[in-house]
């Protein structure tokens, strides 16, 4: 069974940084592409990075890039995503997915998900 459990959510201020991670479990992780996605409250869901199996290749979403840095550690079954520079915009719940093969940034391309951590940027 396949387990993407993220950690690392909270409340930050304002150009305040956070960390976040998504421990994987039930799949050969460095077989698989990962990715973070976001959804606020009455929007979609949002593709904010994502990462290639062998951590060679990474994209950001337009309204994170130059803040977030995707990152994986293969030895760990672990993806992290370092936020800087967070904004209030930036509130929502962020979700890791992961994927067989390619480096997917639209939801649809993703195979497993996580249950989501809250982040929320206080002005």
């Known amino acids: 069974q396949v387990q993407l459990v993220e950690s690392g959510g909270g409340l930050v201020q304002a150009g305040g940084s956070l960390r976040l991670s998504c421990a994987a479990s039930g799949l050969t992780f460095r077989s698989y592409a990962m990715g973070w996605f976001r959804q606020a409250p009455g929007k979609e869901r949002e593709f904010v990075a994502a990462i290639s199996w062998s951590g060679g290749r990474w994209y950001n979403g337009a309204s994170v890039k130059g803040r977030f840095t995707i990152s994986r550690d293969n030895a760990k079954n672990t993806v992290y995503l370092q936020m800087n520079s967070l904004e209030p915009e930036d509130t929502a719940v962020y979700y890791c997915?992961?994927?067989?093969?390619?480096?997917?940034?639209?939801?649809?391309?993703?195979?497993?998900w996580g249950q989501g951590t809250q982040v929320t940027v206080s002005s």
């Open positions: 997915a992961a994927r067989n093969g390619g480096v997917p940034t639209s939801t649809s391309g993703y195979d497993y």
